[in-house]
């Protein structure tokens, strides 16, 4: 089983980056996924969720309502991140894992870096 999450950079203030965790091994639908941060010297937060099955429930941190956006292709074993209106205090590292009743798995994380 492998999730591996893509699409991190350095972008700036206001910025866009859209963040994907791709499974393999697993049936992927079946797995609820969320999506963390944790930035330098900080806890990690969580920034996203989205429930199994086709399309999926979402749920967002305060921080990030309105301006990302989290969602599923399971055709292509592939969870979204859409992060838009980006701000400095978004950077961090960018890691998802994905969860059902019998077993959790985690990615290895992207960095996000959001700076002029």
């Known amino acids: 089983v492998q999730l591996v999450e893509s699409g991190g950079g350095l972008v700036q203030p206001g910025g866009s980056l859209r963040l994907s965790c791709a499974a393999s091994?697993?049936?992927?639908?079946?797995?609820?996924v969320h999506w963390y941060r944790q930035a330098p010297g900080k806890g990690r937060e969580l920034v996203a969720t989205?429930?199994?099955?086709?399309?999926?429930?979402?749920n967002y941190a305060d921080s990030v309502k309105g301006r990302f956006t989290i969602s599923r292709d399971n055709a292509k074993n592939t969870v979204y991140l859409q992060m838009n209106s980006l701000k400095p205090d978004d950077t961090g590292v960018y890691s998802c894992?994905?969860?059902?009743?019998?077993?959790?798995?985690w990615g290895q994380g992207t960095q996000v870096t959001v700076s002029s």
């Open positions: 989205i429930t199994n099955g086709n399309r999926g429930s979402t």
């Open positions: 091994g697993i049936i992927f639908s079946r797995f609820s």
């Open positions: 894992g994905a969860f059902d009743v019998y077993a959790t798995y």
